[in-house]
């Protein structure tokens, strides 16, 4: 790294961490120090106090004029649902619930809302491993909670209170130990120095995918649509399928015939009687 800021020594210093790597994002990537030290940057490592109309002015007072400003802040993890009210059973909004740390169920669910679920919500981003296949994850969750409705005939479901609370109490309790934890601003933390981890699940992408591949159903309570109230297995139908409605296939449940291949597939020599008898 010195070697590569050797042509603008005085960086170096400002890029070093007062933290440990991984307590916030990681940004530079390839080509990120050689860009630092190209002869049209200029390079300012105070933060910035405000915008006005012609430029800006940093933390130490000094006013800099630019034409442009291309900002590169990361995410806004805030989960502000203002613009978009969301109100639960009890009349309190998402954003009341969520004021002043935000919580999800297993990262897709909240208590009193039923049918609501969402992706990249509070623990729901990744800390180490494949960002997209977290929101596979949660998509696939999501789609089997679905299927459980139309299924079995629920109008909704939505997690317990309970669950809600313990799952927030494992996030918690996880992130403990962990780097994410030190002192320093981060996305992680709704860009605080300290706080509670909110913004990704605790534990492996692959400790996620273990989680979210079996959605435990026990942790939600639903609501039976009308003709379910007479009888909960109602839902069972006539006791036939829609394949035997529609005259469709009505073997799925075999299991594909296995022909294990042959070493000669030319007609069988004729065997002497005696042999052939054996046989």
Not at 82 to 96: F, K, M, S, V, W
Not at 122 to 134: E, I, N, Q, R
Request: glycine share 8%; charged share 25%.
């Amino acid at each position: 790294m010195k070697d590569k800021l050797a042509t603008k020594p005085e960086i170096y210093d400002s890029l070093i961490l007062d933290f440990p790597p991984g307590c916030r994002r990681l940004t530079p990537g390839p080509g990120y120090l050689e860009a630092l030290i190209e002869e049209n940057v200029t390079f300012i490592g105070s933060g910035i106090q405000r915008v006005t109309d012609d430029g800006l002015i940093d933390d130490k007072g000094n006013f800099q004029q630019v034409d442009a400003i291309i900002c590169a802040t990361g995410f806004d993890y805030s989960w502000s649902t203002e613009d978009t009210p969301i109100t639960r059973h009890n009349g309190i909004t998402l954003a009341q619930m969520w004021d002043p740390t935000p919580e999800a169920y297993m990262a897709v669910g909240v208590p009193n809302i039923p049918n609501f679920f969402m992706y990249l919500g509070p623990s729901g981003s990744s800390g180490s491993g494949s960002f997209l296949a977290m929101l596979e994850f949660v998509v696939e969750y999501i789609i089997k909670c679905t299927k459980k409705l139309q299924r079995e005939y629920f109008s909704s479901m939505e997690p317990t209170m309970e669950a809600h609370k313990d799952f927030s109490k494992h996030v918690d309790k996880y992130f403990e130990k962990t780097i994410f934890n030190y002192k320093c601003k981060s996305w992680f933390k709704k860009n605080e120095d300290t706080g509670r981890i909110v913004g990704i699940w605790p534990g492996s992408s692959l400790n996620a995918e273990r989680a979210m591949s079996n959605p435990r159903f026990e942790d939600y309570q639903y609501i039976r649509m009308p003709e379910m109230k007479e009888n909960m297995f109602n839902w069972l139908g006539n006791g036939l399928t829609m394949s035997q409605e529609q005259c469709e296939k009505t073997i799925q449940y075999l299991d594909e015939l296995d022909i294990p291949p042959t070493i000669n597939h030319g007609p069988r020599p004729e065997l002497p009687a005696a042999l052939a008898c054996q046989i």
